[in-house]
């Protein structure tokens, strides 16, 4: 991965995770950088959200993403505000001793994941942004998105580049299960393409709902979920063909997250035609998408048209069974009524890494996408073994 | 089980399940009895769900229910709703031969279970029908819990004797898992007591909504779940002493379905307390019920008060992390902040039939309950084994 022009991040190894792995990442911009943000929709949320949503208030741009791994600052109190607070401050102290060159703490977007309810080790969190900050290189995007996971099993990492030369990567962690709870998502994508910060909050919302806020693993969401944009300007660029990548990437991040899911073998893309309205299309798609009866039938490879029709009538979208379709890895098996298909076939083509399904509800004209993974029995394992 | 005065009941086997085993219902009132029902909030409906809203509609008495089990007689088209017609037709013939009284079609409410996407075998049900009439007894209610089980591994029942003698039956079934598909719930309620139509209609949506609407075992409705109460007028009886029986027979089988939720191990029993409005409290109650997490961390018997405040805040309800109150099996773990509890205690006292989870959302004074399963790898292994 190549960073776009004028960033430079780091992921540095603070103990703040048990395991000694990676978990203190910095990413800065060389100069104050347009941004979009779009943070959490639970209403428990961590400090970091908080503060996130006070600093995009402000509409100020930004120089620096800090974010530790391994302690979400969740319902930490008092204490816990003061210590993400001080993250931004230590960072932007770290930040700019190094560059010889001044950075207010507002500068410096906060974010955390990991174990809620216990105090940060702020030492190990101390000298781990010391660290990240001496270790900021053009070269470093691979160690920030090392060291934003929890119990992911990989780095998610997507890039484009555009017509002109500017490029657009973003990096993210999934469905880590870790104590006491929850899959926090996060997602940040830097380019070095020069877009106003206006298109940039004017669109990203909308990419997200169609990306990142459509990926459903647990059906939960998290204390701490934030998706970030920022845009450093150093390049000029379209920018149509920048918002077309940038959707690109935040898709494909979230089949990186979802395929990734906890105990998943197979990444769930499911395609919802004929709906009402696309914001319909998307509902019943995530209803399909969260079913434990249509995740357990992918694991278990059973092309079950019955679960997938009535997970996505269970949202109360429009929808006509007389009319509707449901496609299975490319093979019909539904079509206004049951429709013969090979079982085994079919069965043997849901083997796979990716299973498509596609849903026509026969109401409409638009369509939408929601993205999960399989049900398995090593799903209950990882989430019931664990003892708070 | 003993039916109230001047209903009678009976259960037989057909063949129109596989196993053998009992799967035609009839339970029919001496008199044109008053009724209330609701059906299924899925847009996905069985034919008897169609007929069942046109009849309620009519406001008319009713005299009978049939039910089969093994078939639900949905996604069959046109040929599905004349089979459902001819249910009501054939057992208001059945009974009317058998009593020497003649009986109305639209006197009879039919519901169906099982299967769907393959057509009725109607002659197996015609026979199972006529045999059900020539069974029909005062014990016959036993005989009709058992006929309209699919999977469910034992019969629901539930009854109250009012003051003055007046009697309210309930039979139900659950989650019973069956080609292709879902957890269908029927329940039938039954009473002597003399209630107006106007009252029972008035009543029955807000009991379902505090009981059978907070149940989930799959997150998922059924094409063709059914709640009908129906009430001969036989005795004299409080109003208010039966609608508070109606309520706690409709929670009793409501625990009894969810402790029979498949591969459960426990009952999960939700109470949200400290909400803004009795709305927001069952919204609350239910996305905890029904959170994987949470449902995992139940069967690995652990108090995780993270995953259930995020549950809770997923749905979006008015809360503060702050004065928020978590207890598990009668401890408290989370006080406004992580509370200090003995975790071999409360797993210990969690390894039960039933774990009840009390949540104080600290917003307001209103309540709610919910009612769930927890999550276990023999639920997955039901659901992913079965094939197509």
Redesign the interface.
């Known amino acids: 991965m190549r960073l776009p022009e004028g960033f430079r991040a780091a992921g540095v190894a603070a103990g703040v995770k048990p395991s000694g792995r990676p978990d203190v990442a910095l990413w800065v911009a060389d100069r104050p950088s347009a941004w979009a943000a779009t943070t959490t929709?639970?209403?428990?949320?961590a400090a970091c959200v908080t503060r996130t949503r006070a600093l995009y208030a402000t509409e100020a741009p930004i120089r620096a993403i800090v974010v530790n791994a391994g302690n979400a600052n969740c319902?930490?109190?008092d204490a816990g505000v003061r210590d993400d607070a001080e993250l931004a401050e230590r960072a932007a102290a770290a930040v700019g001793r190094r560059d010889g060159a001044p950075l207010a703490p507002n500068e410096v977007v906060t974010g955390s994941t990991g174990v809620?309810?216990?105090p940060m080790p702020m030492d190990a969190v101390r000298s781990g942004i010391d660290a990240a900050a001496d270790a900021l290189s053009p070269a470093g995007g691979e160690g920030f998105a090392t060291a934003i996971l929890t119990t992911d099993l990989a780095t998610k990492v997507a890039e484009r580049t555009l017509p002109g030369g500017a490029r657009v990567v973003g990096v993210a962690k999934g469905s880590g299960m870790i104590?006491?709870?929850?899959a926090t998502m996060l997602a940040y994508v830097a380019t070095d393409a020069d877009v106003p910060q206006a298109t940039l909050r004017a669109a990203w919302p909308g990419i997200v709902d169609r990306s990142f806020n459509q990926l459903t693993v647990?059906?939960?969401?998290?204390?701490n979920d934030m998706a970030i944009v920022m845009a450093n300007g150093a390049r000029p660029a379209d920018v149509e063909a920048f918002l077309e990548a940038l959707e690109a990437i935040a898709v494909e991040l979230t089949e990186a997250i979802a395929a990734d899911g906890e105990g998943a073998t197979t990444l769930l893309r499911v395609r919802v035609e004929g709906a009402a309205s696309d914001d319909e299309a998307r509902v019943a798609a995530r209803g399909v998408a969260?079913?434990?009866?249509v995740k357990?039938?992918v694991?278990?490879?059973?092309?079950?048209?019955?679960?997938i029709?009535?997970?996505?009538?269970?949202?109360?979208?429009?929808?006509d069974?007389?009319t509707a379709r449901v496609t299975v890895q490319g093979h019909r098996v539904?079509d206004g009524?049951?429709a013969p298909f090979d079982?085994a076939r079919v069965?043997a083509d849901m083997n796979a890494r990716v299973v498509d399904l596609e849903l026509d509800l026969g109401a409409g004209a638009a369509s939408g996408r929601a993205w999960g993974c399989d049900?398995?029995?090593q799903?209950?394992?990882i989430?019931?073994?664990?003892?708070?």
Do not use: E
């Open positions: 929709r639970n209403r428990f949320v319902a930490t109190g809620i309810g216990v104590h006491p709870n929850m647990d059906g939960d969401t998290s204390t969260s079913s434990s009866l357990a039938a694991y278990g490879r059973d092309p079950n048209w019955g679960r029709l009535v997970a996505a009538g269970g949202t109360r979208v429009a929808m069974a007389a539904y009524g049951p079982a069965a049900l398995t029995t799903y209950v394992h989430n019931a073994d664990y003892t708070t």
